[in-house]
Structure formats: C-alpha cells, structure tokens
C-alpha cells in the first residue's frame, strides 16, 4: 500500500516570453533520497474557466500525498481573452521549467509525466505531441482523463444532453479556443489532438472515461489509436457516468474504485515507465 505523505506547497513564476507565469508546486513533506516522478497536471474548464488550484479537487494530489510525486500546477492563459496556441505555449513553458529544475525538485528527469482532467486532458495529450515533434523534452506518461480531444463532431458530442456538458457547451467552448479555425480543416492537432495522424512514438498513456459524456467516443478513440501504432495504453470506461463525474461524487463506491485504478496504473508507470532526457 502506498504510503501517506503531507504536502508542502509552493508558489513560483515560469518566464512565458516577456510575462512570468504562475506555477503551484506541490512536494511531499517527508522527502527521501531518492528522486520521485514529477508530474505536470493541467486544469480543466474547456480552455477558458479555472485555475491552477484546481489541483486540489483533482486526482493529481494523491500522487504527491499517497506516492510522493512531485506536481506542478500552470495558470495557463485562457481563451476568453487568449485563443489557442497561448494555453499551450504556457503549459510547455511549465514543461520546459519542469525538466530544468528536475534536481532542486528532486524529480527524476526521466520520469516527467503530464495529466489533467478535461480541457486539462486535451492539453496534456498536445502536449506530448508538441514534445514529440520538437524533442526538446521527453515524456514518460500521460494520463489525459475523459480529454477534451476533438474540435468536430463524435457520435457522443453531436447530440450530447447529460449534465455538465453538453454538445452546445462543448461546441461554444471549441469556438472561443479556436476563433476563426473552428469548423474549417486549418486546426492543428496542437489545438485539437484528435486531428493527428501519426501517434507513433507518444508516451504510454491511461485514461478514463464515462459513456454518456461528450468526450466518450474520443477518448477511447484515441487510445484505440495509440495502440494500433504500438504505445501502451488503456482506457476504463463508466457506465452511466457524465462529464467529470468522479469530482462531482467522489465519496461513491464505483468512483473511489475508479480512483484505485487510476492509482494502480500511476504505481504501475511510476516503475515500468521511462524517457531519459537528451544530453543537451
């Protein structure tokens, strides 16, 4: 069984260009030796709502108090004034921080992870793609959960009336994000990862996901995938579960069994999963 950490939490700055970006690094108490994985968790909130400590309510923090990982939380820019690429660029600048500051936070630099719920999902999955393709930074895991994925429609997002969000929430949100690009073919798979056509060479990756939310169809799609180009990844899906459904109702049975597995897969890449750095 994992052991129980506190948490000490730290607010720092990341150079974005000519402004500095916040950053939430929460670090267990009790640091040993060895080094941990450290992981870049990315809120939610359909790219224009949320904040970096959104952290709190969100899977990420039992791996900093039941595994000791190290989790840095952006305050990304949103797209009610700040459309698609900014939240990206700022989540690779978190990234980038993440890699260079590995040994004063005693995070081993081939285990960098990324995570995020929702939009944060999508994010992290972009970015594992950006770090793909430029190969400045290698990651070892991803866990975009019930990931915000693709900007056109899905059998699961075209009619989509569950609670939380829907189809017309969803499409207004791809719109704020995407501005003129949205409903054209100019969409980068950076903005929308759905849209890539090559997931050669993307880390391992665990998600989950309900089946009656607007991102259920692609969300196993994208595993399905990653898969059939020989990454590692699987997907547990939830009957009758809508969009974030286990952070509506964490105190149920099926949810905190739902969070154990989460939990047994970030144990299980924490001790199979690994992508040393580049010398630079």
Known sequence: MAKKHLFHLEKRTVPVGERRMKLLV?????????????????????????????????????????????VLSPEYRLSKKHPYPAAL??????????????????????????GG?????????????????????????????YPMLDDRDTPSNRDNHAPNWNTKRNRRAWKRYLRDAWGTDLVPCYAAPARREDFRGLPPCYTFVGDIEPF????????RRLREAGVEASADV???????????????????????????????????????????
């Open 26 to 70: 929460l670090r267990p108490l009790d640091r040993r030796e060895e080094r941990v994985p450290g992981v870049l968790w990315i809120h939610g909130g359909g790219f224009q709502s949320g904040s970096a400590k959104d952290v709190f309510a969100t899977r990420a923090l039992s791996l900093v108090t039941k595994f000791g990982a190290v």
């Open 117 to 145: 719920e929702s939009a944060g999902g999508g994010l992290a999955a972009a970015l594992c793609m950006l770090a793909r393709d430029r190969g400045e930074v290698n990651i070892a895991f991803q866990m975009p959960l």
């Open 238 to 280: 939830y009957p009758d579960w809508f969009h974030a459904y286990d952070l509506f109702f964490p105190a149920k049975k099926v949810v905190r069994q739902a969070v154990g597995r989460f939990e047994e897969r970030f144990a299980y890449a924490a001790a199979h999963y690994f992508a040393p750095q580049n010398e630079k």
């Open 216 to 223: 259920y169809c692609e969300t196993v799609d994208y595993v």
């Open 89 to 114: 660029h700022d989540c690779y600048a978190a990234l980038r921080y993440l890699r260079d500051h590995a040994d004063e936070l005693g995070v081993r630099p081939d285990q960098l992870m990324v």
